[in-house]
């Protein structure tokens, strides 16, 4: 079995308070993984551990096999793993093409020479409309990322971690604040990412989680509850009882 990204007993205490209880999380190469579990189960903290915001009190954080509890989070970008943010962090007042180009050019090291005309980076043009296309924005490239809908403005985020070349992409609440009519042509851009690009994603859309997801692993007080397909989750007594509801059948 090949593991895009894991920890093994990972722990993170505030004070007395123990937010991340001893996670043991396997998440498999290629794969669209869902966290899920109430507020304040810990999702957050959790992904912040993995992305290298938070050190952990203990356990690890492994990244296509290697240790990387200790990495910088810049290091751990280089490494292959990126995220998005519940809120989003956009360039609001350049165009989508203009954000995705400098991101492009911040990874191949020419950030600071982005004052040059846009027409002396055609390898990150190139790359950026490429992505645009991925996530089916051409049709706003040349719109001010502020002047767009909130659903197209989560998908630019995710352009930007993309521009990164990932190959483990964290996405944290997605679909938060996004209309229901704009949160489907989301997903459907997210599932649509090819499997070289393991996705680990936190949401509180259950519709969205069970058509999405081909492994959900279930946070409950800082502890995982369980794991499985969205089958096995739906129909799991325990995660009824402390989340889903009788009323969900996946």
């Not at 903290?45 to 240790?67: A, C, M, R, Y």
């Not at 996530?135 to 990322?145: A, G, I, M, S, W």
């Not at 995982?224 to 889903?244: F, H, M, R």
Request: glycine fraction near 8%; include cysteine; aromatic fraction near 6%.
């Amino acid at each position: 079995m090949t593991y895009a990204l894991q920890t093994q007993n990972l722990i993170k205490k505030f004070g007395g308070f123990c937010a991340t209880n001893n996670v043991t999380l396997n998440v498999k190469a290629g794969a669209r993984h869902a966290l899920i579990g109430p507020n304040g189960a810990g999702k957050t903290t959790l992904i912040n551990l993995l992305t290298g915001f938070l050190e952990p009190t203990s356990g690890q954080v492994i990244l296509k096999g290697q240790d990387v509890t200790h990495l910088a989070q810049h290091q751990r970008v280089k490494q292959g793993l990126a995220r998005t943010f519940q809120i989003n962090r956009l360039f609001a007042d350049l165009t989508v093409l203009e954000s995705v180009v400098l991101a492009v050019n911040e990874r191949l090291g020419l950030g600071a020479r982005f004052w040059k005309p846009v027409g002396a980076h055609q390898q990150a043009i190139d790359e950026a409309l490429q992505l645009l296309n991925t996530l089916h924005l051409n049709d706003v490239r040349n719109e001010t990322t502020r002047n767009l809908a909130y659903g197209k403005q989560r998908l630019i985020e995710i352009a930007l971690a993309l521009a990164a070349k990932p190959q483990v992409l964290l996405l944290d609440e997605p679909a938060a604040g996004v209309p229901t009519s704009e949160s489907r042509e989301l997903f459907a851009s997210i599932a649509a990412l090819p499997r070289d690009v393991t996705i680990l994603l936190i949401e509180h859309d259950m519709d969205l989680v069970f058509r999405f997801a081909d492994q959900i692993s279930v946070l409950v007080n800082g502890g995982l509850l369980t794991q499985g397909t969205p089958e096995q989750i739906a129909n799991d007594p325990k995660v009824k009882e402390v989340y889903l509801g009788e009323t969900v059948h996946g």
